[in-house]
């Protein structure tokens, strides 16, 4: 069976595409034809196939540039695609940012599925997110009266919006399944999807368990920005670190909110306690030197991969309950949920995490048993299932 991955970016922007990446290295590993097409990057992995100019020029804005709703080239190259590679389906991931919902023309003539990663088929800010709060309406002119899509050129936003999304809607109501990583994504998405739908959990790779780090660091793993609600972490570790003396907060990941992040670090005196490293590839030395994941979101996160990915190697993780977030942390049990945009809980909570050292061990060995239910073999054995049902 011949399956063509078709998805923005090759290389590990964020959690979708290295969940993209790894799945698709994951399938080719157990002898799948898989193949990769995305936009050029200069950063693209190894893994790439097939690759096409992005739309994108700084020199038009988005919304008076032609192709950011119908990317010709992605078109017509996905075209020669398809007729060199002949795939049996077409397994559809974000398209929306660079290759345009050009790419979703083929879905009438091919059995095809979309892994949907955020919302981006449903929210033009892909987040459901407003002023730090879940936001429950679709696409509309609540979008337009919120002032939600742009403070500046308003109207001329919507209405290019408007039309992009129309032409998303129109395509992917012919995808045959829509696969969420999620019950909460598929709730979402059903508000304006009929499509079948099924939720697929994202996995993660179990590493053989290791003595747990109680005097570790406290971690966070991902961008840099407003929604993430990094700021309430730095915040939160601001009330605490004078009864944690030994402990530091690891920040790893870059974003367009890092400067602000620096500067509130600055302005807390906390330079010394408050280690930035930066995008990583590879985050392996941080799990293992750390005691604590805190994913401190502020918008309803699809899944948290990076949950699962810190549960593996056997750390607990304090997260607030949104999105798909409260479907893989059982509280007190493998970790704790609190409420989002507060500091002053999240301070709270993670002080009562490091009180009881024999808490966190048991902790650390429940939040490993959670990691063995989103293994790769389940994860490709749900996806086969789907492919040969379409075929």
């Given at each position: 069976m011949r399956i063509l991955f078709i998805h923005d970016y090759g290389y590990k922007l964020g959690g979708a595409e290295a969940e993209t990446l790894a799945r698709l290295k994951a399938m080719r590993d157990r002898g799948f034809n898989v193949k990769l097409f995305t936009s050029?990057?200069?950063?693209?992995?190894?893994?790439?196939?097939?690759?096409?100019?992005?739309?994108?020029?700084?020199?038009?804005?988005?919304?008076?540039?032609?192709?950011?709703?119908?990317?010709?080239?992605?078109?017509?190259?996905?075209?020669?695609?398809?007729?060199?590679?002949?795939?049996?389906?077409?397994?559809?991931?974000?398209?929306?940012?660079?290759?345009?919902?050009?790419?979703?023309?083929?879905?009438?003539?091919?059995?095809?599925?979309?892994?949907?990663?955020?919302?981006?088929?449903?929210?033009?800010?892909?987040?459901?997110?407003?002023?730090?709060?879940?936001?429950?309406?679709?696409?509309?002119?609540?979008?337009?009266?919120?002032?939600?899509?742009?403070?500046r050129y308003q109207l001329v936003r919507y209405l290019s919006q408007l039309i992009r999304m129309r032409l998303l809607r129109y395509f992917v109501n012919q995808i045959k399944v829509l696969i969420t990583p999620s019950n909460f994504v598929g709730e979402v998405v059903s508000r304006v999807y009929s499509n079948p739908r099924v939720t697929i959990n994202n996995y993660v790779s179990v590493i053989k368990r290791r003595p747990y780090k109680v005097n570790g660091d406290i971690l966070y793993i991902g961008r840099l920005a407003k929604e993430k609600g990094v700021q309430d972490l730095i915040l939160a570790f601001s009330k605490v670190e004078s009864r944690l003396p030994n402990r530091r907060l690891v920040l790893v990941g870059d974003g367009n909110y890092k400067q602000q992040?620096?500067?509130?670090?600055?302005?807390?005196?906390?330079?010394?306690?408050?280690m930035f490293k930066g995008y990583k590839a590879d985050v392996a030395r941080y799990y293992r030197n750390s005691s604590l994941v805190v994913v401190p979101s502020q918008w309803p996160e699809p899944f948290g991969i990076v949950i699962i990915?810190?549960?593996?190697?056997?750390?607990?993780?304090?997260?607030?309950?949104?999105?798909?977030?409260?479907?893989?942390?059982?509280?007190?049990?493998?970790?704790?949920?609190?409420?989002?945009?507060?500091?002053?809980?999240?301070?709270?909570?993670?002080?009562?995490?490091?009180?009881?050292?024999?808490?966190?061990?048991?902790?650390?060995?429940?939040?490993?048993?959670?990691?063995?239910?989103?293994?790769?073999?389940?994860?490709v054995a749900k996806l086969s299932k789907i492919y040969e049902m379409l075929k």
């Open positions: 050029k990057s200069r950063l693209n992995s190894e893994l790439v196939d097939y690759s096409v100019r992005s739309y994108r020029t700084r020199w038009i804005p988005d919304f008076l540039n032609p192709f950011y709703y119908f990317n010709l080239l992605s078109f017509i190259k996905l075209g020669e695609v398809i007729t060199d590679f002949k795939p049996d389906i077409l397994h559809y991931g974000n398209v929306c940012y660079e290759l345009s919902p050009s790419v979703l023309c083929y879905v009438k003539r091919y059995p095809s599925v979309m892994k949907v990663h955020d919302y981006s088929i449903v929210c033009p800010k892909s987040t459901m997110n407003k002023e730090n709060h879940m936001c429950n309406v679709s696409f509309s002119l609540y979008c337009l009266k919120s002032h939600c899509i742009s403070k992040l620096i500067d509130l670090t600055h302005s807390l005196k906390l330079e010394r306690r408050i990915e810190a549960m593996a190697y056997g750390i607990p993780v304090i997260a607030t309950g949104v999105g798909g977030i409260s479907e893989i942390i059982k509280h007190g049990n493998n970790g704790y949920l609190c409420k989002p945009n507060d500091a002053h809980i999240l301070a709270r909570v993670i002080l009562s995490f490091f009180r009881d050292t024999n808490r966190m061990k048991k902790m650390s060995a429940a939040a490993f048993n959670t990691s063995k239910q989103y293994s790769t073999q389940k994860f």
